[in-house]
């Protein structure tokens, strides 16, 4: 009887389920989305040399965001509205923003039909 305590013991340890692993984070998940877009592209899009091109393009831009979010751990999780629009809220507790840079930010010109609003 003893000599089946000892493995029973070691196959219960085993079989135990493993510690909870933490669920992916935002930018994680974020990330996937983007491997998974490359690597699952049809031959037919664009090169990379037009990805670099609009990458280049919208660099200012994306530099004004990040300055304008400072940290991502302080919003909740977007929140998509009836209507469409989508919502990131800043959370309870979170520090002030950082001040809005002056001027408006500049971006890639545009030569396409005017929109009027």
Do not use: C, H
Not at 30 to 53: C, K, N, V, Y
Not at 98 to 108: H, R, V, Y
């Amino acid at each position: 009887m003893k000599a089946l305590i000892a493995p029973a013991l070691i196959l219960t340890l085993q079989a135990s389920p493993l510690a909870a692993q933490e669920a992916p984070g935002f930018w994680d998940r974020g990330m996937g989305l983007i491997e998974r877009f490359f690597r699952d592209a049809p031959p037919e899009a664009p090169p990379g040399d037009s990805l670099a091109q609009t990458l280049r393009q919208m660099g200012p831009i994306l530099r004004d965001m990040a300055a304008q979010v400072d940290d991502i751990r302080n919003y909740q999780m977007p929140e998509r509205l009836p209507n469409g629009d989508i919502l990131i809220r800043r959370r309870e507790g979170a520090p002030p923003p950082p001040p809005l840079p002056e001027g408006p930010a500049t971006g890639p010109e545009f030569d396409g039909p005017s929109i009027e609003l």
